[in-house]
């Protein structure tokens, strides 16, 4: 190998600055995304969520598994959402609040940042709604004696009933790991290095209680769904939905944007001489 082949390789992962820097470079693409891409990855990642989603439910309707147990299992199974999203290419709302970075650096304006974040949060209820949808017809609910659908129209009447304020810092919560997640993925260099950046912090929210919103895009739904199905007993309907959509979505940019994008950016956007 030649010397100057040595030289390039780097096997150590970026330093926070690096990867500051990375993620301004990385938001003003996703900014300029074309719009038939950006459409299209929002789509696959509300399905690739879905997946998670799936995962997460199949643990949940264990009810013989001991807590802990079950809420870190579920925190891993539900990785393989993110993990698809960041490792196969997609374009996630939460993790998109970090475009911030770009923002505050004056590569993207503020209305393509609101245009991006807008278009990318209906893309991802539209992806949802499809995992939604292929997941019923699958007849994933009738698994485990109809136990599944049981648990997802529990799980949404959960949701629906927690307090705004409690929703609020379950979402900012949430969206600070998730973004810590993305932003050491961006750090990473090989699909190891992505994976376990990943691993540990999703599965942290999810344990906690945390309340993402592109999750409750298929959680909900669904639950609603298997509960009119099941005779409606769980006390979910559409106003719920939309309150803790809402809720959680404020909340989600929050942690995202001022515990992460902003703290970060202003740690690190100064770059030496």
């Excluded at 929002?42 to 809420?71: E, H, K």
């Excluded at 911030?100 to 709604?129: F, H, M, P, Q």
């Excluded at 994933?140 to 049981?150: S, W």
């Excluded at 961006?186 to 190891?192: I, M, S, W």
Aim: charged letters at 10%; one cysteine or more.
């Amino acid at each position: 190998m030649e010397d100057s082949q040595v030289g390039a390789v780097k096997p150590d992962v970026l330093t926070p600055a690096e990867t500051e820097a990375k993620l301004e470079t990385i938001g003003l693409n996703k900014a300029n995304m074309p719009l038939v891409r950006s459409i299209l990855l929002g789509i696959l990642a509300g399905l690739f969520i879905g997946m998670g989603g799936m995962m997460l439910g199949l643990v949940l309707s264990t009810p013989d598994i001991p807590f802990f147990v079950t809420r870190i299992i579920g925190g891993l199974v539900f990785c393989i959402g993110l993990v698809l999203v960041l490792l196969s290419g997609a374009e996630l709302f939460t993790g998109n609040n970090l475009i911030i970075v770009a923002t505050l650096s004056k590569k993207v304006t503020w209305g393509a940042y609101s245009k991006n974040l807008i278009l990318i949060w209906v893309t991802n209820l539209i992806g949802s709604l499809i995992a939604v949808a292929i997941v019923y017809f699958s007849g994933f609910g009738d698994m485990n004696g109809g136990a599944i659908a049981t648990t997802y129209a529990n799980l949404a009447a959960a949701k629906v009933a927690i307090p705004p304020l409690t929703l609020f810092f379950k979402a900012l919560l949430c969206n600070m790991l998730v973004c810590l997640a993305v932003w050491m993925s961006f750090a990473g260099r090989t699909f190891v290095d992505k994976f376990f950046a990943v691993l540990f912090p999703i599965t942290a929210f999810v344990a906690c209680g945390g309340e993402h919103s592109v999750a409750n895009m298929f959680f909900l739904p669904l639950g609603y769904v298997y509960n009119l199905v099941g005779g409606g007993l769980a006390a979910i309907d559409l106003g719920g939905i939309v309150y803790n959509l809402g809720v959680v979505t404020i909340g989600n940019m929050v942690g995202g944007i001022v515990f992460v994008g902003i703290f970060y950016w202003g740690a690190f956007h100064k770059k030496p001489r």
